[in-house]
């Protein structure tokens, strides 16, 4: 008797430590990833309506001489095309003087021209150089917050610190939902519409991607 006792306060003891357990990782999981599903939620609303929600792209260009002294820097070769940074001294001028941001971007280089495209979340941009003149075109373009958010939440032109961003996000998401999932079934007993919700949730999307999306 005194063994069978012992061996369910076991089970208790070990039930217990396995929920307080998953109660944690639950509430860390959703504390990371809380303001992300919002962003992500808010932003496949407006990325499902984006022909509703249009914005007004902002477009500037600028023009400028690149300085003589720098022009050593560029000039035509024969060399065939590559894709390689600006001379730091020509992107430091660049940036300095046409309010172009990333200038040490690889740029394409080709025999006349050197051309850097500087796309990024929400807008555009682009900065070509006259490897003989020296003459410099910019074009910048917004499209406003709606494209910036709608491209983080694509990760497009967001750089690797994004893309990690996004990567942790994941598994935070992952291990909210399974820790959830295990946290249903322990109370299913006591809430007996816990599974025909989980099971449409299931079963709606599938109908729906079924009948109702054609390939």
């Known amino acids: 008797m005194h063994g069978t006792t012992t061996t369910a306060r076991a089970k208790r003891s070990r039930k217990a430590f396995w929920l307080k357990q998953l109660h944690t990782w639950h509430w860390i999981s959703s504390a990371i990833s809380l303001v992300g599903l919002l962003l ?13 929600i249009e914005g007004s792209p902002q477009t500037v260009e600028r023009t400028g001489q690149l300085p003589a002294p720098l022009l050593a820097a560029i000039r035509p070769d024969d060399a065939p095309d590559a894709k390689k940074p600006l001379p730091p001294e020509v992107a430091d001028w660049v940036e300095g003087n046409l309010d172009v941001p990333r200038a040490r971007a690889d740029a394409e280089w080709s025999a006349d021209e050197i051309y850097l495209a500087l796309p990024r979340p ?33 990760g497009r032109n967001s750089g690797i610190v994004w893309k990690w961003f996004i990567d942790i996000f994941v598994l935070a998401c992952i291990v909210f939902s399974l820790t959830g999932l295990v946290l249903l079934q322990m109370h299913a007993k006591n809430r007996p519409s816990t599974w025909p ?3 449409a949730g299931l079963v709606i999307p599938a109908i729906l991607a079924i009948f109702f999306i054609h390939i």
């Open 122 to 154: 929400g807008g555009d941009g682009w900065v070509a150089i006259d490897r003989a003149s020296g003459a410099i075109t910019t074009e910048s373009t917004s499209r406003g917050w709606i494209a910036w958010l709608n491209d983080l939440h694509k």
């Open 197 to 199: 919700l989980v099971g």
């Open 40 to 52: 992500f939620a808010v932003t496949g609303f407006t990325l499902n309506h984006a022909a509703d």
